[in-house]
């Protein structure tokens, strides 16, 4: 019987061991440093910590009830106890049996929470990883951007004067007035009439302008579809 005490008295501490690495990681997650770029907090931040809160309070809501559970059998088991031994008949006996077979159940009701917090554990643990490596991929995609934006005047023509074929005049007969004269490389590749200032995930091809990425369902340069965009503002 007194055995039975010991342990469920021994798995609140092995819960709320658990509560506190739980928290310590979750906290880590949130004081991750952020990115210079502010691609980071657009794309990943608010889906991160909308996760690892529901995965917090999944926690918590666990070890409140299992902590109820514990305590309230365990009560019941000492009442049992010491009615028992101030009897010292059989029914006493029988209750305390009966407490005692609800302490197993609360444990192996504990034993339970702990495999479902283990769970909770790991899974914050991968969506620590994931913002990290989500972070790497975002600074290297906004140092593509910026080695692009500091080549451009590099790429511009030497010349005023050279004229394009005769197509190429035709073509630009017309002026569009919402039209904004692009830098050369840097044309929208699905209306070349404005900048390109959207970049295209997964391909990370900056290939629209701000128009076309509406109605882009894939990218025009590698025709990889795509599942999601980047604004690009550059300065």
Excluded: Y
């Amino acid at each position: 019987m007194l055995s039975t005490g010991l342990c469920l008295d021994f798995d609140g501490r092995r819960l709320k061991k658990a509560q506190n690495q739980s928290n310590l990681l979750l906290s880590s997650s949130s004081s991750a440093s952020p990115s210079s770029s502010s691609i980071v907090s657009s794309l990943f931040s608010n889906e991160l910590a909308a996760q690892m809160a529901q995965q917090h309070d999944e926690i918590e809501r666990l070890l409140h009830a299992h902590g109820r559970s514990c305590g309230g059998v365990g009560g019941e088991a000492a009442e049992a106890l010491q009615g028992g031994g101030g009897r010292g008949g059989g029914g006493g006996g029988a209750a305390a049996a009966e407490k005692e077979a609800e302490a197993e159940r609360a444990a192996r009701r504990g034993a339970e929470l702990e495999e479902r917090l283990a769970r909770l554990r790991a899974e914050s643990t991968a969506w620590q990883a994931k913002a990290l490596a989500d972070q790497a991929e975002a600074a290297a995609l906004h140092a593509q951007l910026q080695r692009a934006a500091a080549a451009a005047p590099a790429e511009l023509p030497s010349g005023g004067g050279e004229c394009g074929d005769g197509a190429e005049d035709a073509e630009s007969a017309h002026v569009d007035p919402d039209r904004a004269e692009p830098e050369p490389g840097r044309a929208c590749r699905a209306c070349r009439l404005r900048p390109a200032s959207v970049v295209l995930l997964p391909c990370r091809h900056l290939c629209l302008c701000d128009a076309c990425d509406l109605a882009a369902s894939s990218c025009p340069l590698c025709l990889i579809g795509r599942t999601g965009s980047v604004h690009v503002c550059f300065s």
